[in-house]
């Protein structure tokens, strides 16, 4: 059975918290904290010696279960929005229900300034124009959109992609998702037919609070609204039309190759880009391991980067990526013990 780390109390003045695994991350807050004192320091004692005689009477049940969950090598969990999902490298990511928003495009007839190069006031054409995010990494600021990706068409996604309004964005988690989208009930203004696109959602719609929700801030909470790039846009509706109604849902991304890991900052700072990821196509937990170093937890920088504080240095390293349906791809050693800052390591892929 795995070992338990101990955790320690003691009776601090009352407004003082007390942190219990807490974890700080650069401006973030401790996830976890406790205020303890007086008699409440008293109740917490014998919760924790009736816990202890639990694990005295009960050795066994946290290892049974953990056994248990390694032989049979999947889990079965509900997922939300697509049903029943297997946990593990198992099955295959499964469409979602269909869904109405709102669609309109940014930048130009070539696409250039949606890329996730340096951020660009043209996102978007009915938004604030704010920068989307920027993170500041030794002496230098990168702008790469807020998904983080540095350039969507030589990273695989081309010109299929779009901006997510706050609502589908998820705070970055969705960065990735893969995108069905046609428009529907608008015959003036919607392609005939109703052709269907495929996009990947590879950057943040930002909210436009100076402006109404049906008059210009578009990408207002609550409202579902992707902002596409012009090329996308075009395949589904007339140019001149500004913002149409569609219809969405989520598919699985189908992707060449591997998952990519692009490793930058420095030694005792590593951020991870994980991209053109198949399946789910959006990574919700990623871990790293070094021949030397057991799996360790990242923590999401912003995007789909994710950060590490332990020192790596001539080890190969190894990655384990979680989607969002909870299928699990781990790719063993792919890097040499002397891998680089800025170079990209090939990893291995779900299905789709």
């Keep these: 059975m795995d070992a338990v780390e101990p955790v320690h109390l003691s009776c601090l003045p009352c407004g003082?918290?007390?942190?219990?695994?807490?974890?700080?991350?650069?401006?973030?807050?401790?996830?976890?904290?406790?205020?303890?004192?007086?008699?409440?320091?008293?109740?917490?004692r014998a919760l924790l010696v009736a816990a202890a005689l639990l694990l005295l009477v009960f050795p066994r049940a946290g290892a049974d279960a953990k056994a248990e969950d390694d032989h049979h090598g999947k889990i079965r969990y509900k997922n939300h929005v697509h049903g029943y999902h297997l946990k593990g490298h198992h099955g295959t990511f499964k469409s979602g229900k269909w869904e109405l928003a709102h669609a309109t495009f940014y930048g130009g007839s070539d696409g250039s300034q949606t890329r996730g190069l340096p951020f660009s006031p043209l996102l978007s054409t009915c938004c604030l124009c704010l920068p989307s995010r920027?993170?500041?990494?030794?002496?230098?600021?990168?702008?790469?959109g807020a998904c983080g990706y540095e350039d969507t068409v030589t990273e695989?996604?081309?010109?299929?992609?779009?901006?997510?309004?706050?609502?589908?964005?998820?705070?970055?988690?969705?960065?990735?998702?893969?995108?069905?989208?046609?428009c529907v009930n608008d015959k003036e203004w919607c392609k005939p037919g109703h052709p269907s696109i495929f996009v990947t959602g590879?950057?943040?719609?930002?909210?436009?609070?100076?402006?109404?929700?049906?008059?210009?801030?578009?990408?207002?909470?609550?409202?579902?609204?992707?902002?596409?790039?012009?090329p996308a846009y075009l395949q589904i509706a007339q140019y001149k039309a500004g913002i149409v109604p569609v219809a969405y849902r989520r598919v699985p991304c189908k992707k060449r190759g591997g998952i990519r890991f692009t490793i930058s900052g420095n030694?005792?700072?590593?951020?991870?880009?994980?991209?053109?990821?198949?399946?789910?196509?959006?990574?919700?937990?990623?871990?790293?391991?070094?021949?030397?170093?057991?799996?360790?937890a990242m923590s999401r920088n912003w995007g789909q980067r994710w950060q590490t504080n332990v020192d790596l240095t001539g080890q190969s390293l190894s990655f384990r990526v979680t989607a969002s349906d909870g299928r699990r791809s781990t790719s063993w050693h792919i890097t040499p013990r002397n891998w680089q800052i800025g170079q990209t390591y090939e990893g291995k892929n779900f299905k789709f």
């Excluded at 920027?134 to 790469?144: D, F, L």
């Excluded at 109404?212 to 578009?218: I, L, P």
């Excluded at 030694?267 to 070094?290: C, E, R, S, T």
């Design 156 to 182: 695989g996604y081309g010109l299929q992609t779009a901006a997510m309004s706050t609502a589908l964005f998820n705070d970055g988690l969705t960065c990735g998702a893969c995108f069905e989208i046609k």
């Design 267 to 296: 030694p005792y700072f590593l951020l991870v880009l994980v991209w053109n990821v198949a399946g789910a196509g959006d990574v919700h937990n990623m871990q790293i391991k070094g021949n030397k170093v057991a799996w360790t």
């Design 16 to 44: 003082q918290p007390l942190h219990i695994n807490g974890v700080c991350d650069g401006n973030r807050s401790p996830t976890t904290f406790f205020t303890i004192c007086g008699a409440m320091s008293t109740f917490l």
């Design 202 to 230: 590879t950057n943040l719609c930002p909210p436009n609070y100076y402006q109404s929700s049906d008059n210009g801030g578009w990408c207002n909470p609550p409202r579902v609204h992707f902002d596409l790039t012009q």
């Design 134 to 144: 920027t993170s500041r990494a030794g002496n230098s600021i990168h702008a790469e």
